[in-house]
């Protein structure tokens, strides 16, 4: 009662947090866009200049989306680095919140250091399909972190209930295993996308692209599929031991039924992208949904820690 009182009467970081997170999940769609577009070179090869000014004269559709992206960029490592400062000296001595602190921030510095290689080495697809995945990470981090301050600052008096530990424990280790994996799943699809191997992909839910024309495509596309139809069983597993301590958890029930939502929507863009040709929207919302996946997946994941060792 006494820490609940304490949270009550600081002025809470959790609005600025959740602005944070909002910007973060701004640049990095701005950032599929720029990548999607060919607009990465929109302000050549410097930085921080763009084409050598610091507000272009001369404006075209790639100089805009790339200028953009680097002023959505600053703007929110700004935010970034308050939230740090005013965070670290407040809860510096949470064990949660330095972790959390640190995906974070080693989401940024891989995101910074495959996107001066993106430059330096003329986009190869294995750097952008890393970039992609280092931007994720870091939209994680920022997730976890908004959710500890709301937990902490705004519902500190909140008192979950003991769901059975094995089924806890079980839970958990099916939810941190199936983030690692989601990872992978990210990284195949990111390549794939960069490749440019999705323009060969025909038919939904089953390829039906011949292999004569489509060749190592067609194999990259059944890889692409069957490893997101297999992150759908695992989120259904996770699901039924959800479903198990609903009674006692409603909360990580609630988690596990807004991803399977998700699920099947990822599904269906993935349809929806190959039926517009790879149309820009569809694209988009092929990689929103797993932005909103992997930050549920990792919340689930975290909670299911022991609150002795994580206040989650």
């Known amino acids: 009662m006494q820490t609940a009182t304490i949270f009550r009467h600081r002025k809470k970081l959790y609005p ?21 577009t060919g607009s990465t070179f ?12 610091w507000i272009p004269s001369e404006w075209d559709k790639h100089v805009a989306i790339e200028y953009t992206h680097r002023v959505s960029v ?57 970039h992609m995945g280092m931007a994720l990470t870091s939209v994680v981090g920022l997730f976890l972190w908004t959710g500890w301050l709301y937990r902490n600052e705004v519902d500190p008096s909140r008192h979950q209930k003991e769901a059975d530990p094995a089924g806890m424990k079980k839970l958990g280790q099916w939810a941190w295993f199936a983030v690692i994996y989601f990872f992978f799943v990210v990284y195949f699809g990111a390549y794939v996308s960069f490749t440019g191997s999705g323009s060969f992909f025909q038919g939904w839910p089953v390829p039906t692209e011949p292999y004569e024309i489509a060749r190592h495509a067609l194999v990259i596309d059944w890889v692409h599929r069957l490893s997101g139809f297999v992150l759908l069983l695992m989120i259904l597993r996770l699901s039924v031991l959800a479903y198990r301590m609903r009674q006692e958890r409603k909360d990580l029930w609630g988690i596990c039924r807004a991803m399977l939502i998700l699920i099947v929507l990822q599904f269906l863009s993935g349809g929806l992208l190959i039926y517009t040709g790879l149309s820009l929207a569809a694209f988009l919302l092929h990689v929103t949904f797993p932005s909103l996946i992997i930050c549920l997946l990792s919340w689930l994941a975290f909670k299911t820690v022991p609150q002795r060792r994580n206040r989650l």
């Open 74 to 130: 600053l703007v929110d490592m700004i935010l970034l680095i308050v939230l740090t400062v005013l965070s670290w000296t407040r809860y510096r001595d949470r064990k949660a919140m330095r972790i959390i602190i640190g995906i974070c921030f080693s989401g940024f510095i891989g995101e910074s250091v495959l996107g001066a290689l993106t430059v330096l080495f003329d986009n190869p697809p294995w750097v952008l399909a890393f």
């Open 42 to 53: 929109g302000c050549g090869e410097e930085w921080p200049l763009c084409n050598g000014e």
């Open 16 to 36: 600025l947090a959740l602005i944070t997170l909002i910007g973060l999940f701004l640049v990095n769609l701005i950032g599929f866009v720029d990548t999607k």
